[in-house]
């Protein structure tokens, strides 16, 4: 009986033991080189109870229990699961994960994958690597050199403006501006399932001339802080299922979640400090009176007037530096995350202050993001992602007018602003003027998603895209910009409001050996943009500066209205076979309200296959070649980004339009029921290797066929009109693309990580309206669709000093009328496209310092400097404007050899010469980052979980193919009409 007892008390005991909490440590080591792995989250199976190694690889945690199982897990290990069983000491090795290959792929609706998996042509860009390689205002900006493919261009080089981004080219023809209609090249964004605006939409109205609406990047209205990841979807089987408007690529961004565990607390700091570079080199008082004495003495007129003419020698004003500036920025972000079995969440802050390097431009921005997960009931689960943002900016535009002579004072003899007629003193307008804009946006979406068995699951979503955007404008009459109109006020507010909602069932089964997957649904979205803008002039008073400052008869009213409604219902379906072999079909009607007739309803669909010939029992396996995939795909999807009305025609109201006393409505854009879909044909083939256990190469050849693509083509007068839109337009972008990617190769305690991409395209148009060759907009069948028409500039005489142009027939004329207007003589000068482009970046990791750098290149590429910059060498209006240092080197006597012509007013001007013309090819240093982490045990000491310090300097430096010649201005100088900066940003962030 004693021995049953002492048995009895012994069991017990165990079981005491093994319910009581027990304090673990150990070290966690790379299993190669078995050195501490820094970072690595040891966590309680079942609980929030976790901790993080230290700088050496170790770890110390208070378990609940004896019997208790922990996970270690590390981005790029494969995680680990041990238990306990009593041990107080546990010391594990990871062994290294295939990143590349085994990372989850976001492809839209909900859908994920792994890389090995995946069919189509999609490139993912995590968080990290956005971040850490620019300083940029929004996601799209730090695409730039990341992905293959991918051509990331600003027009104007403005941080906020809308930047152009081509996924494999131009998919319609070039914007043509006012004298064209074509549909928008952007790609399709996705934000958390919520369709952005496409801001560079040609068709969208924003007015011109002084009602013109200044455009802001919507993606600058994002946070990049709370990115985590953003998609590209390159051909049809990848992007198919987005249908409609997936011809262009499609860009899915997915926001920072929270997840389970101990609540996380991420506070930072960035300081930025700016300073203009590239600035352009006009002529000083010296050198500009020179230069018109001769200029007014070319041109005929009398010796003795000429010293009054030029002007005072005695004054010089600096009116580039007087509006530009060093800056200073600030950037702080707060986020806190966390989550226990049933929920997980995140909120975020963000609040950026800009200071540009032109005054008069400064915005600041406040963000904030809510991610919100629960588990409603067993099964059914609610998730919410939503933002809030304010965007404050001012808009000064002087630096892209034209400059101003150096001779003339700021202020006058009463110490007052220096009057102009038609233009106001910069300063002055500095100081009198405003042009302000605030935006208010919210992007919302809310999931609702319910397991009804274990492979089957249904969820609805709803969403939400609005922007509330209010342009002011006021200038005074104190000052030549207002003074025409005895002081002016517009103001222009717009709504943008896109809903969308949609509802899926989604399958997943196996079968032995067999995968099988699919996703159907329906989608309804509806669009709709209201806008009203009102004008004052001869202000009754400038103490009141708001709407309706003026008598009824100076007032103006005018707005618009546009909605537009899509139903669709997509399908894809997956199988594959072993993990071996993979197939992808995907399916999508659309119906649009775009279109008119018969042309509502479009249909979309492609089909893909891959092949993992590594995984074959043929394959021997080696340590020289790891992994082999072979992929193909081929689809058909859509573009109806061509404005909400452009089948169906417009009409408009105006006081000034009215019949026998009354209103009427007059024509405004005319019908064309019969405008259908643009449609994109998309081919796809790729091969992917992993070698030497460390790299990775992803090759693939594609070829892009647009049809039916549209544009205007001129009618009979009879109509009533003089063009319509129709579909007339056949092109082909085709090219190949690689991207080599070293993964974690290390040398001792040093570890690299590279990335080079590789891009090229080419595009040609294949059919034209009527096979009209349009030579005045570069449109020519056989020929690249990014053309640049002009007159082929020959220099100048080098015996009267004129312009000179070589004509068709290869003879040089300085005669202007030969070339003036005349189409026949306007000849293929250059193309806007590169034969290639890419990026290569790197990464160095020594113990807690890493260095990055990112290098981006383009070859091939020409283009015209902007009209501004064109007008700096305009010689016959130098008795308005001061001219570019590039005129010292003018024409002077015969025999001078030289591109620049005699200074003299009846000097002929042409703007679309390939004077103007400059081939773009260059390298970028585009950043540098140095980023340093506390070690672990310093961070304990303050109650942190990590710490970090780093500094990075962006927009480094730009090689040029066309180099600036010494003290003269060049592409580098020309190229952006915004003044261009090179900034240093020091940044300090800490985590509790």
Not at 104 to 127: D, F, N, P
Request: glycine share 8%; hydrophobic share 35%; with cysteine.
């Amino acid at each position: 009986m004693i021995r049953i007892y002492l048995i009895a008390f012994l069991v017990l005991l165990q079981f005491q033991l093994f319910a009581q909490g027990l304090t673990v440590t150990g070290t966690v080591a790379d299993a190669s080189d078995k050195l501490g792995i820094p970072g690595v989250t040891v966590l309680e199976k079942g609980t929030s109870n976790g901790v993080t190694t230290d700088f050496d690889g170790k770890f110390k945690l208070n378990v609940s229990k004896a019997n208790a199982e922990l996970m270690f897990s590390f981005i790029g290990y494969e995680t680990q699961f041990i238990a306990v069983k009593g041990q107080k000491v546990i010391n594990v090795q990871l062994k290294s994960a295939d990143q590349k290959l085994s990372e989850v792929v976001v492809l839209g609706y909900g859908s994920v994958k792994s890389r090995e998996a995946v069919v189509g042509s999609v490139e993912q860009v995590k968080s990290d690597e956005l971040l850490k390689h620019s300083n940029a205002q929004s996601v799209d900006q730090m695409l730039e050199g990341q992905v293959a493919g991918v051509q990331i261009e600003s027009e104007s080089g403005d941080p906020t403006s809308p930047v152009k981004v081509r996924i494999r080219g131009n998919n319609s023809l070039p914007d043509m501006g006012s004298s064209g209609f074509t549909a928008s090249s952007e790609p399709l964004y996705i934000l958390d399932g919520v369709p952005l605006i496409d801001a560079l939409n040609p068709n969208i109205n924003t007015g011109a001339g002084q009602a013109a609406e200044t455009v802001i990047n919507p993606l600058a209205l994002i946070n990049p802080e709370d990115i985590a990841s953003v998609s590209i979807l390159k051909d049809a089987s990848a992007a198919a299922i987005y249908g409609a408007n997936a011809a262009n690529g499609v860009v899915i961004i997915t926001t920072k979640k929270g997840a389970k565990g101990k609540t996380r607390i991420s506070v930072s700091h960035k300081m930025l400090m700016s300073n203009p570079i590239n600035k352009v080199k006009y002529l000083n008082t010296e050198q500009y009176t020179e230069l018109a004495a001769e200029f007014y003495l070319n041109s005929g007129y009398a010796e003795e007037d000429i010293s009054e003419l030029v002007g005072p020698t005695d004054v010089y004003t600096n009116w580039r530096d007087l509006t530009l500036q060093n800056s200073v920025s600030h950037s702080t972000n707060f986020s806190i995350s966390g989550g226990a079995d049933k929920t997980t969440y995140r909120f975020s802050f963000g609040y950026k202050d800009n200071e540009t390097t032109t005054k008069g431009n400064d915005f600041n921005t406040l963000t904030s993001r809510v991610n919100l997960n629960t588990e409603l009931y067993p099964g059914i689960t609610l998730s919410y992602n939503g933002g809030l943002s304010s965007f404050k900016k001012e808009s000064y535009g002087g630096f892209a007018t034209y400059a101003f002579l150096p001779n003339i004072p700021v202020y006058d003899e009463n110490g007052e602003y220096t009057r102009f007629d038609g233009l106001a003193n910069p300063l002055a307008e500095l100081d009198q003027n405003r042009n302000e804009l605030d935006k208010f946006y919210t992007n919302n979406s809310l999931n609702l998603k319910v397991k009804i068995s274990k492979n089957l699951s249904a969820s609805t979503t709803l969403g939400l895209d609005y922007t509330n955007t209010k342009k002011f404008i006021f200038y005074s009459k104190e000052n030549g910009r207002g003074a025409n109109y005895g002081g002016y006020i517009k103001e222009k507010r717009t709504i943008n409001k896109n809903w969308i909602g949609f509802s899926q069932l989604e399958y997943n089964g196996k079968y032995k050996k067999h995968s099988f997957g699919a996703i159907a649904g329906v989608q309804l979205k509806r669009d709709n943009t209201e806008s009203t803008t009102t004008t004052d002039k001869n202000l009754i008073t400038e103490k009141i500066i708001l709407p309706g400052a003026s008598a009824d008869e100076d007032q103006t009213v005018s707005g618009y209205e546009n909605t537009s409604a899509m139903r669709s219902y997509y399908s894809r379906a997956n199988y594959d076979y072993d993990k071996k072999y993979f197939l992808s079909l995907n399916y999508r009607t659309d119906a649009s309200s775009f279109f008119g007739g018969d042309q509502q309803v479009e249909r979309f669909m492609s089909t893909g296959a891959s092949w993992i010939i590594s995984k074959e029992n043929f394959w021997i396996e080696n340590d020289i070649i790891n992994f082999v995939k072979l992929k193909a795909s081929y689809g058909k999807v859509g573009n109806a980004k061509v404005g909400a009305y452009s089948a169906n025609g417009v009409y408009s109201y105006s006081t000034s339009s009215s019949y026998n006393g009354k209103l009427i409505a007059t024509p405004y854009s005319a019908p064309n029921v019969d405008l259908g879909w643009q449609s994109s044909y998309k081919f796809n083939t790729g091969l992917a290797i992993k070698f030497l256990k460390k790299f990775n190469l992803d090759l693939e050849y594609y070829n892009n066929k647009t049809k039916d693509g549209i544009m205007n083509t001129k009618v009979i007068p009879e109509t009533g009109w003089n063009s319509i839109p129709v579909n007339a337009v056949d092109l082909t972008n085709y090219g190949f693309e690689a991207t080599l990617k070293a993964v974690n190769i290390k040398f001792g305690e040093l570890s690299w990580t590279s990335n080079i991409n590789i891009g090229f395209n080419k595009s040609r148009l294949d059919k034209l309206a009527n096979d009209l060759n349009i030579v005045t907009t570069g449109l020519i069948v056989g020929e690249s669709t990014s053309l640049i028409m002009g007159h082929k500039y020959a220099g100048v005489n080098t015996q009267t000093g004129d312009p000179q142009w070589r004509l068709k027939d290869g003879t040089i004329t300085d005669n202007y009328k030969l070339v003036s207007g005349n189409l026949d003589e306007r000849v293929i000068i250059g193309k806007k496209d590169a034969d290639f482009s890419g990026g290569f970046s790197n990464s160095l990791k020594y113990k807690g310092f890493n260095l990055n750098w990112m290098l981006t290149y383009e070859s091939g590429a020409d283009m015209f400097i902007p009209y501004p910059a064109r007008d700096m060498e305009k010689v016959k209006t130098m008795y308005i404007f001061n001219k570019s240092i590039n005129l010292l080197d003018r024409w002077q006597q015969p025999g001078d050899v030289t591109d620049i012509p005699r200074l003299d007013q009846n000097i002929s001007f042409d703007g679309s010469s390939s004077r103007f013309l400059y081939d773009k090819s260059n390298i970028s240093l585009k950043s540098i980052s140095l980023k340093y982490s506390v070690p672990k045990h310093i961070c304990n000491l303050a109650n942190l979980s990590n710490a970090s310090i780093g500094v990075n300097v962006s927009n480094v430096y730009t090689w040029y193919k066309e180099a600036t010649p010494s003290g003269r201005n060049g592409l580098a100088e020309y190229r952006y009409p915004f003044p261009q900066s090179r900034t240093f940003a020091f940044e300090l962030k800490l985590g509790l």
